[in-house]
């Protein structure tokens, strides 16, 4: 509204005066440049001083002003930034904050772009003075997030990657694909896993039977144990697993007559007979 009015009063002065004067006292001064402000005003024999404008004011037409303008600001909180800053001679030009939009063409407050959701995307992106707007994900199409900036992609098609589809996509996902296991490992496995079984089916039948063979041999000697008999070596003589000797024999064959027969069983179930031979002198033993 001042300056409204300090244009007014600058418009009736030049009335008065001309153009590029303005009336002070009943005199007419020359306007200062822009960028300028009065210093001192005119006087009949002396024009009238012009001072520059400091930082953070402006001036931007020839005027009469004792003071410059003070710069606009573009408030943060609202939405502004600085799209201009202002010189001696051109106030500030305030834009909308990146994601923001003006909602007058003056660009007062500026208001936040809004965001597509999941199964959205973006149809045509805010500008300055335009907010965003968004479709839904066409056939083929997805989002899967909640962006003011991204469109809809389309969904992977499995085969271009050498993969096959485990799900098809919906407006909010992507296709899933997988890797294809590949042909030569199933090859490779259908032929050597075979002749692995072949090698190895003999090897570990024998490991098996000989396994059998020593628990059997085990199992033995554990029941004699417990029988109270001691394993005999297989090189040992009859006559001494029976529990006989020669001499036991004879010593007990003294007191028999001659041409008598004595039988013994042992244990085993085995016997001999001896029979003396008077002849001979000496004895003869006979296993049966």
């Known amino acids: 509204m001042k300056q409204i009015c300090l244009i007014l009063l600058n418009l009736q002065i030049i009335a008065c005066c001309g153009p590029a004067k303005y009336l002070n006292d009943g005199e007419c001064c020359s306007m200062c440049p822009p960028g300028t402000r009065v210093f001192k005003h005119c006087t009949r024999n002396v024009d009238a001083t012009c001072k520059c404008c400091t930082d953070g004011e402006y001036t931007e037409q020839p005027n009469s002003f004792e003071k410059c303008l003070s710069c606009k600001v573009c408030d943060h909180e609202l939405g502004l930034q600085v ?32 965001t597509c959701p999941p199964g959205e ?12 707007v968004c479709e839904g994900c066409p056939e083929g199409t997805y989002s899967n997030n909640d962006s003011s900036t991204h469109t809809c992609e389309k969904w992977t098609v499995c085969e271009e990657i050498k993969q096959k589809q485990v799900t098809l996509g919906t407006a909010r996902t992507d296709t899933v694909c997988e890797e294809e296991k590949s042909r030569t490992v199933v090859i490779i496995a259908a032929v050597i896993v075979p002749v692995l079984l072949i090698i190895a089916g003999p090897v570990l039948l024998y490991l098996c039977k000989k396994k059998g063979k020593q628990s059997k041999s085990i199992d033995i000697k554990h029941r004699r144990a417990e029988m109270g008999q001691s394993p005999q070596p297989a090189d040992q003589p009859l006559l001494e697993k029976t529990g006989c000797s020669r001499e036991k024999t004879e010593n007990s064959n003294k007191d028999q007559t001659a041409g008598s027969s004595v039988q013994i069983v042992t244990a085993d179930a085995a016997y001999y007979s001896e029979t003396s031979d008077s002849g001979m002198g000496g004895s003869k033993f006979t296993w049966n």
Not at 92 to 114: A, L, N, S, V, W
Not at 121 to 132: A, C, I, L, R
């Open 83 to 114: 799209q201009y800053a202002c010189t001696y001679t051109d106030n500030t030009i305030c834009g909308p904050r990146e994601g923001y939009f003006c909602i007058d063409r003056y660009c007062h407050m500026g208001r936040k772009h809004k």
């Open 121 to 132: 995307g973006v149809k045509e992106k805010g500008t300055q003075f335009e907010d965003t």
